[in-house]
Structure formats: C-alpha cells, structure tokens
C-alpha cells in the first residue's frame, strides 16, 4: 500500500486561481465587480465540497490499486493515505472540472453581494 503514497502533487493553489480568473470574467460579464478574496472563499468551499464528496472513492481506488481495497471506507485511518486520497481527487478536478461548476460558483457570489 505505501508505494502509492505521496506522488501526486498538490495542484490547488493553481486550481484555485484558475477559478478565481475564469470567475471574475464570469462575473464581470455579468455586471457585478467582486473583490478577489470574496470569490476565494466561494472557490475553496466549492473545492472542499467536491472533494469531501469523492475523495472515499479515491481511497477505494488506491486501495484496489494495491490488492488490499475492502470497500469499507469508514475504517480507513491513515492519515497519509486519505491525504494522497484527497489530493488525487483536487488533481482530477484541476484536469476537467464539471461543466457547470463557474457559473454555479459565480451565481453563489452575486446572490452573496446582492444580500448586502
């Protein structure tokens, strides 16, 4: 199991300005000017909601990948391993993002500056 640890890299300060860049267009286009840090956050909610929703999914396929996978996610504990999990999952989003993941982002950051 350890050699599948640790060799993907952490690509999500890249993913996340990819996302901030492609959001301030969005939003641009669409009249409203939010300042950077308020689409950050959106972003990295957006990002940690993916993955939380796939990374058991990951560690499932690292786990089958080595022979040893037991299809019971809930008992893994290696901390090590869930990072490569989850890290694995924030490479595949930065590869091919769901199709309508910038404007869902961009629509949470205009209702967020219309409330106020």
Same mark, same amino acid.
């Given at each position: 199991?350890? =050699?599948? =640890?640790?060799?993907?890299?952490?690509?999500?300060?890249?993913?996340?300005?990819?996302?901030?860049? =492609?959001?301030?267009?969005?939003?641009?286009?669409?009249?409203?000017?939010?300042?950077?840090?308020?689409?950050?956050?959106?972003?990295?909610?957006?990002?940690?909601?993916?993955?939380?929703?796939?990374?058991?999914?990951? $560690?499932?396929?690292?786990? $089958?990948?080595?022979?040893?996978?037991?299809?019971?996610?809930?008992?893994?504990?290696?901390?090590?391993?869930?990072?490569?999990?989850?890290?694995?999952?924030?490479?595949?989003?930065?590869?091919?993002?769901?199709?309508?993941?910038?404007?869902?982002?961009?629509?949470?950051?205009?209702?967020?500056?219309?409330? =106020?």
């Amino acid at each position: 199991m350890t =050699k599948q =640890k640790g060799f993907t890299p952490d690509v999500r300060p890249k993913l996340v300005n990819d996302i901030i860049s =492609k959001i301030e267009k969005i939003c641009t286009d669409k009249g409203c000017r939010p300042d950077k840090e308020l689409i950050q956050q959106h972003v990295e909610r957006a990002i940690d909601q993916y993955v939380e929703e796939w990374y058991e999914v990951s $560690l499932e396929a690292i786990e $089958l990948q080595d022979g040893d996978a037991d299809y019971t996610t809930d008992e893994f504990n290696d901390e090590e391993l869930i990072l490569e999990a989850r890290l694995r999952v924030i490479k595949d989003l930065y590869e091919d993002r769901p199709p309508d993941m910038h404007n869902k982002i961009a629509d949470s950051v205009i209702k967020e500056i219309e409330k =106020k």
